[in-house]
């Protein structure tokens, strides 16, 4: 089997390296996607924790509570297949239906962390705002959320750090991802180790240099203070 690695290794690559290719951008996009909408929907389901009435804090708590504790597999299983029957109308093809399952997921985690940051603040700068008369909401925005984000962003980072690796259950509804290009070349070529090495290589490549994008952000954060 190894005796043949090499040329099978330059095989694949020299047949598939456009769709490989293809597959990280994909891959891109989708974790890009579930960020951007996990970060506002996470944002909006952490105020509605610290909200002061009960059925807002006690859904985003629930939500929560839920979808931590179920597999991120199930979700798109469910998702996926149960979205399209309960809204014919909006004929939502399987990407979209994987990226809403993945944002869903995503906001979970990101609730968790804005409200983590948001409680990171001192709590004398709330009230020193409410001394000088702002209101809840006008310190919040004012106050508040501005320091919370250096707290916020470093972990929202780390977030796409790991949004891009869970993309890869994507696979299971060959949306084109990475991991899609994997089973296709896997497929094509009866090989095994070298469309996976190929994959890991380039997954290894995109979560190491948003590390060190994220690394050199915190540093950026840290000498601003």
């Known amino acids: 089997m190894f005796a043949n690695f090499g040329p099978n290794l330059l095989k694949v690559l020299g047949r598939y390296w456009g769709l490989f290719l293809h597959g990280a951008g994909i891959t ?20 509605m924790r610290r909200s002061r009435l009960k059925p807002l804090s006690g ?25 399209p029957e309960l809204l014919p109308m909006l004929n939502l093809s399987k990407f979209a239906s994987v990226t809403v399952a ?16 948001i409680n990171a603040v001192d709590p004398g700068q709330t009230e020193a705002a409410r001394t000088l008369g702002l ?6 925005v004012r106050i508040v ?5 250096k707290n916020i962003l ?26 899609t290009v994997y089973k296709t070349a896997q497929g094509a070529t009866f090989t095994v ?13 995109l979560t190491f240099s948003l590390s060190k994008l994220i690394t050199s952000f915190e540093r950026r954060l840290k000498a601003s203070d």
């Open 193 to 205: 180790i070298e469309p996976f090495l190929i994959v890991g290589v380039i997954y290894f490549v």
């Open 59 to 83: 859904f985003a708590l629930g939500y929560v509570e839920l979808i931590r504790g179920t597999p991120l597999l199930l979700q798109l299983y469910l998702i996926t297949f149960l979205l």
């Open 135 to 140: 209101n809840a909401r006008q310190t919040m």
């Open 102 to 117: 993945l944002v869903l997921n995503s906001a979970a985690y990101v609730c968790e962390i804005v409200r983590a940051g």
């Open 154 to 179: 470093p972990a929202l980072g780390n977030e796409f750090v790991t949004v891009i690796k869970e993309t890869s259950l994507a696979s299971t509804f060959f949306v084109g991802d990475l991991m």
């Open 145 to 149: 959320l501005p320091q919370a984000v």
């Open 28 to 47: 891109l996009l989708l974790s890009a996607i579930t960020v951007f909408f996990g970060a506002i929907l996470g944002s909006l389901l952490a105020l």
